[in-house]
């Protein structure tokens, strides 16, 4: 479930940047990425996750330029993603909320990342056409060129140019995610009540440490990462003062993506190994460093062997000397 959960906040909002060189295909994504942010639209949706189905409602309008969007899980256990601005949230099932990165938010974020200027790694074409909760769709292909991140087909409505229906493949073509829309209204008449936080929910105890904490001098670093891919700037998180301080480094290509994440350990056995889930696979390693022991774990939406072969390559180390 922690893996589930992490794997939504992984997988809302980024900039857009026009490609330099603009096809047919990457014409659609424009279209696809306007619509996404600026129309006002309600529906439901199935999120399948590796051999889980939910089902999610989403809200999302524009009020005086700025975009809001509420992400609501309709079965399991009550969990929402709301977007106010740049403010995004996540609502938890014990009414409390954790302050995310605008780059975090749901499965609806891809929409956002394949309208940037996709990297030199993935080719684009327009494959055909279909049909998508009672509309008329073009299909969109994104695939990758190496064997170090996933492909994915994309269903735009003709009509809106909204993204309709999205899947992650792997290299043999099989569907690791998928969102699909069941229904859409593209008039609702939201309003501003519609993204209001409830007024019980409280804050998390995961904050940011303050400046100048004596572990946000450790720095995370990678001797290998896949071409194309890049550092994030690290983030470093304290509980409520009985769990250490843990690091997160993230890495994306501009639209695979993946974390690594470091905290210190005591000595004693330490829990390893690798999970998956749909695309989004964990490996947890334990390293020891000048500086102590830590337990390495990656995760993110790239295949096994290339969190693997990443993995092996950390290192972490303390900035001050």
């Known amino acids: 479930m922690k893996l589930r959960a992490f794997a939504l906040s992984l997988t809302l909002f980024a900039p857009v940047a026009a490609p330099a060189d603009e096809t047919p295909a990457h014409a ?33 309008a524009v009020f005086d330029g700025r975009e809001y969007q509420r992400l609501t899980h309709l079965d399991g256990r009550l969990v929402e993603v709301l977007r106010r601005g740049d403010e995004v949230i996540c609502i938890h099932s014990d009414r409390t909320l954790t302050r995310m990165q605008k780059e975090q938010g749901g499965p609806m ?14 080719n684009i074409l327009v494959d055909g056409d279909g049909r998508v909760a009672g509309r008329n769709t073009t299909r969109v292909r994104v695939a ?3 064997t ?20 992650v493949v792997d290299g043999s073509g099989v569907a690791l995610e998928r969102v ?16 209001e936080v409830p007024e019980t929910v409280r804050e998390s105890a995961l904050q940011p440490l303050p400046t100048g904490h ?34 997160a480094q993230g890495y994306s290509d501009g639209l695979a993506a993946f974390t690594v994440f470091v905290e210190p350990l005591e000595e004693g056995a330490v829990e390893e190994g690798v999970s998956r889930l749909g ?43």
């Open 28 to 60: 659609q994504l424009q279209a696809m990425s306007q619509a996404n942010r600026s129309l006002e639209y309600s529906g439901r949706f199935l999120y399948q996750f590796g051999g889980e189905v939910s089902t999610m409602e989403v809200n999302h």
């Open 109 to 122: 974020l891809l929409a956002q990342r394949l309208a940037d200027d996709v990297p030199a790694q993935y």
């Open 144 to 146: 990758p060129l190496d």
């Open 148 to 167: 170090h991140r996933y492909g994915y087909r994309l269903w735009l409505d003709n009509e809106s140019r909204l993204l309709l229906k999205s899947e």
């Open 180 to 195: 699909e829309f069941v229904s859409i209204d593209l008039a609702p008449g939201l309003t501003l009540a519609d993204f």
């Open 214 to 247: 004596a572990a946000s001098s450790m720095r995370v670093e990678a001797d290998w990462l896949p071409t194309g891919f890049d550092a994030a700037d690290q983030d470093w998180r304290s509980g409520d003062g009985k769990r250490k301080p843990v690091a």
């Open 279 to 321: 695309p989004t696979v964990a490996v947890s390693r334990r390293l020891t460093a000048p500086s102590g022991a830590y337990l390495i774990t990656l995760v993110g939406e790239v295949p096994q062997s290339t969190a693997e072969r990443v993995i092996q390559g950390i290192s972490v180390r303390d900035a001050r000397h």
